[in-house]
């Protein structure tokens, strides 16, 4: 009795957003809805909108949101500059003054603000990872480095962002999909690289990681991790385009282990590791252990640098 | 009230601890929620009562239906997704947070965030794996369900829940939900439970608090 009410009900109601969908939905911007969205989300029939830097207002936001660049292939080759056309918002961004209880936001400390790496305010999120001295300095990110799409109707890979059979396009080696269920990325491919979990004892090594440091970091030796990693264990390190590795090595040798740790376990928002691809290095041992077991030996081929 | 030399002492506290991990609160009972995916309707009366009950505007939206529909004719399907804040048992959201505003409940281990102490850095909607925090253009501050704690601390369900038509969408104690002990219209007894559907965020992450009596499409293999 209530499979038939389920099922007399929902095809009712598909039936009624189908009718919806064609009459006032996306359909009626001279967009695509629905299946055919799909089809042209693998298909764009349209060049995607130019950007409109300073215009943001003059275009229609329903119908932008159906815009070719949203979808695949079209946002592989979009441009920063075409992604900030219209989302000029993320760079102006910027933290209240005070809370509405009349927290002053100078009053309190983000952690970022406790690291060597960073000084100032605190500021938005994107600045902090993209325009902020020292992203500027180690990392070289762009939009589509973690917006690999989206779905304006539903906030699922499933439906619009597909080939349109069901299966997912995507751009990471896992097979993870472009982006998650009501997220805009993809946390296991995007955040997780820097906010992961950074187990000591991967490294052989009892305890964490900031009161092991405490032994192995002094004035004149402040980074720990290159007590071991400098010539020791010298790792094939930090060789993708969304890097900037000798800037890395650099700040890293006359700096303090925060430039490591920023990203190897010091923010660690997740309780899982991202699983980095193993380069070969020399004296490398020949036993794999079991944390590092499958893990691939090269990353992935799209942030491979062109030296490699 | 912290004087001028407490706030000192904050700040001087939080520096020397500026390189650990924080703590997670466990819990005395974790609540979490169970969703059917094939018998919700996708009605969203849930989403409007959480609006309701929580004056919301045009935009942030707690709670989420989301329709998936897919497949070549004639092997086509639809089932819904409903989420809202997952209550985790280790919320990312949590330690983003500067100046304390998200907070875990002892007793139930409800993840609140009191928005009066929130100044919209936004990095708890970073955070989160779930896109539960939502943002509110107007006021510039983040806001999330908590699982109506008032109605559960005068014995009642959440708005949601209690707005569920087909009862589809239901709360209960995580690990009871997860061993099918808990009793609940949600799951019939020959349906299973799962932690995760196709496509959401893997939830090793930060071990969300919800279970799904998944479509055969959203199978996770």
């Known amino acids: 009795m209530r499979s038939a009410l389920v099922i007399s009900v929902a095809s009712g109601l598909f039936l009624a957003i189908a009718a919806l969908n064609g009459a006032i939905g996306p359909g009626s911007f001279g967009a695509p809805g629905g299946a055919q969205a799909a089809e042209t989300a693998q298909k764009p029939a349209a060049k995607p909108v130019a950007a409109k830097p300073g215009d943001p207002a003059a275009v229609d936001y329903l119908r932008a949101q159906w815009n070719p660049i949203h979808f695949k292939p079209a946002i592989d080759k979009a441009t920063d500059a075409d992604c900030l056309g219209c989302h000029q918002e993320i760079g102006k961004a910027k933290p209240r003054d005070a809370s509405p209880a009349g927290v002053k936001a100078a009053d309190t400390q983000a952690w970022y603000q406790t690291l060597d790496t960073y000084e100032g305010a605190q500021a938005d999120f994107h600045w902090r990872h993209i325009s902020s001295p020292f992203a500027k300095q180690v990392m070289n990110l762009s939009c589509t480095f973690c917006h690999q799409g989206n779905d304006p109707r539903e906030e699922s890979p499933h439906v619009t962002a597909t080939d349109g059979k069901g299966a997912i396009q995507t751009a990471w080696e896992r ?113 794999i252990p079991d944390w590092a077991k499958d893990r691939p030996k090269q990353s992935d081929a799209r942030f491979l640098t062109k030296t490699k | 009230m912290a004087n001028t030399v407490d706030k000192a002492k904050i700040k001087e506290a939080a520096q020397a601890k500026k390189r650990e991990t924080y703590v997670p609160v466990v819990p005395d009972m974790q609540l979490g929620f169970i969703h059917n995916n094939v018998d919700c309707i996708g009605c969203r009366a849930c989403e409007i009562a959480c609006k309701d009950k929580n004056g919301l505007p045009p935009g942030p939206r707690f709670r989420r239906v989301q329709y998936v529909e897919g497949g070549t004719y004639p092997e086509v399907y639809a089932y819904k997704i409903n989420m809202s804040c997952n209550h985790c048992a280790e919320p990312a959201c949590l330690p983003t947070c500067p100046t304390g505003a998200i907070f875990k409940r002892q007793k139930d281990g409800i993840v609140d965030i009191d928005s009066t102490l929130c100044i919209g850095c936004r990095r708890c909607e970073a955070a989160c794996p779930f896109g539960a925090p939502q943002y509110n253009p107007e006021l510039n501050i983040v806001q999330k369900c908590n699982m109506c704690v008032d109605e559960i601390d005068a014995g009642r369900k959440p708005y949601c829940v209690m707005g569920c038509m087909m009862r589809v969408l239901d709360i209960g104690p995580i690990d009871k939900l997860r061993d099918g002990t808990h009793e609940t219209k949600a799951r019939a007894p020959h349906e299973s439970i799962v932690r995760q559907v196709k496509n959401m965020a893997d939830p090793e992450l930060t071990n969300p608090s919800i279970v799904f009596v998944a479509h055969s499409k959203g199978r996770v293999k």
């Open chain 1, 175 to 287: 097979n993870e999909p472009p982006f998650t269920l009501r997220k805009m990325v993809n946390p296991s491919e995007t955040c997780l690289r820097c906010h992961g979990a950074f187990p000591a004892t991967s490294m052989g090594l009892e305890g964490k990681w900031h009161e092991l440091r405490e032994g192995m970091e002094s004035p004149d030796a402040p980074n720990g991790c290159l007590t071991c990693h400098a010539d020791q264990f010298r790792l094939v390190r930090h060789q993708v385009n969304y890097l900037r590795p000798d800037a890395i090595e650099k700040l890293a040798a006359a700096g303090s282990s925060d430039t490591c740790f920023g990203c190897h376990g010091g923010r660690a928002w997740y309780r899982i590791s991202y699983p980095y691809p193993r380069h070969d290095w020399k004296d490398m041992p020949t036993e």
